[in-house]
């Protein structure tokens, strides 16, 4: 086996993805476009999207990052847009991208054509939540677009199976499509729901953080797994067991949240890498097998189907926010009221994506028992990938300009840090309660240097968010936190290059140098954090 194109497609696409963070290019787009130009390239070879690795082994840790990412509270409170955006588009975007390429094809088969709608169905929304966190959106958009991006994918894979089992006539029916869907949706709570009380208890009860670890890296496949064993969602399973665990997080040891962070980010980050520039590298796949569609007919398929998208989206983004309001006193009561604005953006932001690409891999070559090759599986190809990259690089680049165009109201930083002031000011009486308590019992007790220690460094943690909100340095323009880190900083780079020295000279060994250093490493995070 020749690891040497898995090596480069995997360092590769991280380097574009640092260099993308010094553009104002969001990195989904960039890479993108380099794995276009490269796919042109000779000698480059084939990167063939395999959808039974991209499935089960890239969309779990996908949607697990991005689900322990997410709150729980702030998705429940916006539940009716995702469910209608997750579902309800979904579904709607099937019916209505399938019919219309039925419509322009000649010769297609309406079950190949809803095969193609349910294919391009479900956005992804890492580029538009990557764009709208960096331009300031406000957090109910953001949420919505999060949400959606986490569930669509469900639906869009049972319409796709049941659309396909129609299509090369395995005898699918309107009530055996909707029972599938039900099974699969239930089931994947249902498994979800079974699955992550007792992994949240192994979490809370083995103490070793790099078994934690593994078993936290180990948790989206067997919840993927499980489900789709019983014929359930395990998009719907992972994302489940992946909220809980988010929500429930504080209850894991501290050792175990700073791995955990690190080893995730580092995941999701090779993953979306890889992944987007994998899109721009199936280039020369999709041409190579476009056949009679080439040239003229193929663009204006290309074209048509892209305006198709777009234009069904909003068909169903505006009516979706707003004919709820107009039935329902309720929402008008309990909800303010929507400007033009918002459903605009997220209409726009419906970017798709690896999913959409990998499912249309997975068609099969041939109907049902042998009896024919499927009717146009190449066009189908070709149009999911002129859909993803359109939707990418017209969306997506202008997306940000449409942004700062709208001119939404920013966050208000203030404000945010008198609430994280106030709260850190409870804990800290708390703190100061239980501290009182504790030195009261003889089995606690300390020299007073080290109590006043803890209520020093309680205290500078109080202060800490105060004095963010106090002016600048005149001289160096830093605020009185950066000036604190920073010099925290330097006063640890001194001791970590003394510790050296001293492994150097042999006064200590190597295995002291790495105690000592790992006691420094989690100080200066704490004082990073602290001041964050």
């Known amino acids: 086996m020749d690891v040497m194109p898995l090596l480069l497609l995997v360092a590769g696409s991280a380097g574009i993805a640092a260099v993308a963070r010094r553009t104002p290019v969001p990195a989904p787009l960039l890479l993108v476009a380099v794995g276009l130009a490269v796919s042109s390239v000779p000698g480059v070879p084939d990167y063939t999207l395999d959808p039974h690795v991209v499935l089960p082994l890239l969309l779990p840790p996908l949607l697990h990052t991005a689900a322990t990412d997410s709150s729980y509270l702030d998705l429940r409170a916006q539940l009716r847009p995702v469910a209608l955006l997750s579902v309800g588009y979904v579904l709607f975007a099937t019916f209505a991208v399938g019919w219309a390429l039925y419509l322009l094809v000649p010769d297609l088969p309406l079950t190949a054509a809803l095969v193609f709608g349910a294919v391009v169905a479900p956005p992804d929304a890492v580029a538009a939540t990557a764009v709208a966190r960096r331009v300031g959106l406000p957090s109910r958009i953001t949420t919505i677009l999060q949400g959606e991006s986490l569930l669509n994918d469900a639906t869009a894979i049972t319409a796709y199976r049941v659309a396909l089992a129609a299509a090369v006539g395995e005898g699918a029916t309107w009530a055996g499509g909707i029972g599938e869907f039900l099974l699969a949706a239930v089931g994947g709570v249902v498994v979800g729901l079974v699955l992550m009380a007792p992994i949240h208890w192994i979490r809370t009860h083995v103490k070793e953080a790099l078994f934690q670890n593994t078993l936290s890296l180990l948790t989206p496949f067997v919840a993927y797994a499980v489900a789709e064993q019983v014929h359930a969602s395990g998009v719907i399973a992972v994302v489940v067991v992946a909220l809980y665990l988010g929500h429930r997080a504080w209850e894991v040891d501290f050792a175990t949240r700073l791995q955990e962070e690190a080893v995730w980010k580092m995941v999701a980050c090779v993953l979306e890498s890889a992944v987007f520039a994998l899109i721009g590298l199936q280039l020369p796949v999709v041409l190579r097998g476009l056949g009679e569609y080439e040239g003229v007919l193929a663009a204006w398929y290309a074209v048509a189907v892209f305006l198709v998208v777009v234009a069904a989206r909003f068909l169903w983004v505006y009516p979706a926010t707003f004919l709820p309001r107009l039935l329902s006193a309720r929402i008008r009561e309990?909800?303010?009221?929507?400007?033009?604005?918002?459903?605009?953006?997220?209409?726009?932001?419906?970017?798709?994506?690896?999913?959409?690409?990998?499912?249309?891999?997975?068609?099969?070559?041939?109907?049902?028992?042998?009896?024919?090759?499927?009717?146009?599986?190449?066009?189908?190809?070709?149009?999911?990938?002129?859909?993803?990259?359109?939707?990418?690089?017209?969306?997506?680049?202008?997306?940000?300009?449409?942004?700062?165009?709208?001119?939404?109201?920013?966050?208000?930083?203030?404000?945010?840090?008198?609430?994280?002031?106030?709260?850190?000011?409870?804990?800290?009486?708390?703190?100061?309660?239980?501290?009182?308590?504790?030195?009261?019992?003889?089995?606690?007790?300390?020299?007073?240097?080290?109590?006043?220690?803890?209520?020093?460094?309680?205290?500078?943690?109080?202060n800490a968010v105060w004095e963010r909100l106090g002016q600048a340095n005149p001289i160096t323009g830093e605020s009185v936190d950066d000036t604190y880190r920073r010099l925290s900083r330097e006063m640890i780079s001194a001791e970590r290059e003394v510790f050296v020295k001293l492994r150097d000279g042999r006064y200590i060994d190597d295995e002291m140098l790495r105690t000592l250093l790992r006691r420094l490493d989690l100080e200066e995070a704490a004082a990073f954090r602290e001041t964050a």
Do not use: C, Y
């Not at 604005?341 to 249309?360: E, N, Q, T, Y």
């Not at 404000?415 to 030195?439: V, Y």
């Open 334 to 462: 309990r909800e303010a009221s929507p400007t033009w604005k918002g459903p605009f953006v997220v209409a726009w932001a419906g970017m798709r994506g690896v999913v959409s690409l990998a499912i249309a891999f997975s068609i099969p070559l041939t109907l049902h028992d042998g009896e024919g090759p499927f009717p146009h599986r190449n066009l189908i190809l070709f149009l999911t990938f002129t859909t993803v990259i359109g939707t990418l690089v017209v969306q997506g680049l202008t997306l940000p300009p449409l942004i700062r165009l709208l001119q939404f109201p920013g966050r208000d930083a203030q404000a945010e840090t008198l609430a994280e002031a106030n709260a850190q000011a409870q804990a800290s009486r708390a703190a100061e309660r239980r501290l009182d308590e504790l030195l009261t019992d003889e089995r606690n007790a300390l020299p007073a240097p080290l109590a006043d220690r803890l209520r020093i460094v309680l205290e500078r943690r109080r």
